[in-house]
């Protein structure tokens, strides 16, 4: 096996910002847990919605969750009832007040998870691999990318890790 470095830590600082804002001394470690228990949850319940990315910022008594999708009427409903609903639900996860914001991507074609969870369904709707691939590389070429390419990397994930730039 190569020792490969993650792309993603060489760019922060550069043109990509950390997805957790905070600093603790003494309870760190309990932060970690929450935000990932936090992201999991999103990522679960907010699956049709295409999220992209969460962000968690921290304060001394609250914590902003904020989450990039494709879909925000989805994840909003009608008149934010889905978006309390979705307090209430994580506020289990931490006892701090919790404020959600929505995001929205504007170009979902150009966003890698997303081009990314679009094929893994895709797959698993049992749509040829083939035309799966390259009907998502033409739509992410068309919407202005530079180029796009497969990572296989199989220990990471099943469908491989996609790169758009």
């Known amino acids: 096996m190569g020792q490969k470095v993650n792309p993603h830590g060489l760019r922060v600082g550069v043109i990509k910002d950390w997805d957790s804002r905070w600093f603790a001394e003494a309870d760190f470690a309990d932060n970690l847990v ?16 295409g999220v992209a990315k969460i962000e968690i910022e921290r304060a001394a008594d609250r914590v902003k969750v904020i989450v990039y999708t494709a879909k925000p009427g989805v994840v909003i409903g009608k008149g934010g009832a889905e978006i309390e ?9 931490t006892s701090k007040k919790i404020l959600v914001d929505i995001k929205e991507v504007k170009k979902p074609d ?7 969870e679009s094929i893994a369904a895709q797959l698993e709707a ?7 691939m390259k009907s998502c590389m033409s739509r992410t070429m068309k919407s202005g990318a530079k180029g796009i390419s497969l990572f296989r990397s199989f220990g990471r994930c099943r469908y491989g890790t996609y790169r758009i730039l």
């Open 34 to 49: 929450e935000d990932y228990n936090i992201r999991k949850f999103l990522k679960k319940k907010l699956y049709n919605s």
């Open 85 to 93: 609903k979705l307090k209430v639900e994580l506020a289990k996860y």
């Open 110 to 116: 150009g966003n890698a998870q997303l081009v990314a």
């Open 126 to 132: 049992r749509i040829s691999f083939r035309r799966a």
